[in-house]
């Protein structure tokens, strides 16, 4: 079973705008972690953010928020005011005995 | 800050060769991943170790091995490399119960 889903395999947003990458997850362990990944050209994957299943408060990091619905089993990536740099792969993870890796949404920011 | 280098960012070798990925981490972490990525699949668990000479197979270890003789290299062997293992490969470390921080990939071409 598919522990985690992005249906978004392409996005297109404009430059300065604000951007939703979906993220859905399946696990019916109480405790596990969420993680977003970015994965520019280069190949490097470069850790973006984390949210606990047990935060009340939906995690931040500059420009990137992590909107978490836990009983949508939801962890959608927001990222505010997109730069051309944000142009990337962007990869949601969950940390449910090992690491699950949804297949990618790629983004592009057109200026 | 950590990090995690693999020895080569690009591969080119003849099918029916037994290729040597390194991978090095520099901070202690018990953890080591290798992944395989592969456009539309998203990230693949092939093998991981928690320990000095302990190594579990993931999702798609066949056609791999691994070595594991010292905490900081992890190494992933295709011992004899086919087409169908042209990929990029991730190696990854963690400390338990934290993400995961990656090296910066190995894209491998088997022609």
């Known amino acids: 079973a598919q522990k985690i889903t992005q249906t978004q395999p392409g996005m297109f947003v404009q430059e300065k705008e604000a951007v939703t990458l979906d993220c859905t997850y399946d696990t019916s362990d109480p405790s596990y972690g969420l993680f977003w990944y970015k994965q520019p050209s280069s190949g490097e994957m470069i850790f973006l953010i984390y949210q606990g299943s047990y935060d009340q408060q939906n995690a931040t990091e500059g420009r990137y928020s992590l909107n978490f619905q836990k009983a949508r089993k939801s962890a959608n990536l927001v990222i505010s005011a997109s730069q051309l740099g944000d142009s990337a792969m962007y990869f949601c993870a969950i940390d449910y005995s090992q690491f699950y890796f949804g297949t990618g949404t790629s983004l592009t920011v057109i200026p | 800050d950590v990090k995690v280098t693999q020895s080569s960012r690009y591969l080119v070798k003849r099918t029916g060769e037994k290729v040597f990925l390194e991978c090095v981490q520099d901070m202690d972490h018990e953890n080591m991943f290798w992944y395989r990525q592969d456009p539309g699949l998203g990230l693949r668990l092939i093998y991981f170790s928690y320990d000095v000479k302990m190594k579990e197979k993931g999702d798609i270890p066949e056609g791999y091995s691994v070595s594991r003789e010292k905490k900081e290299r992890f190494s992933l062997i295709l011992e004899s490399a086919s087409t169908n293992q042209t990929s990029m490969y991730l190696c990854?470390?963690?400390?338990?119960?934290?993400?995961?921080?990656f090296g910066s990939g190995t894209r491998l071409t088997v022609v």
């Open positions: 990854a470390s963690s400390l338990y119960g934290y993400g995961y921080t």
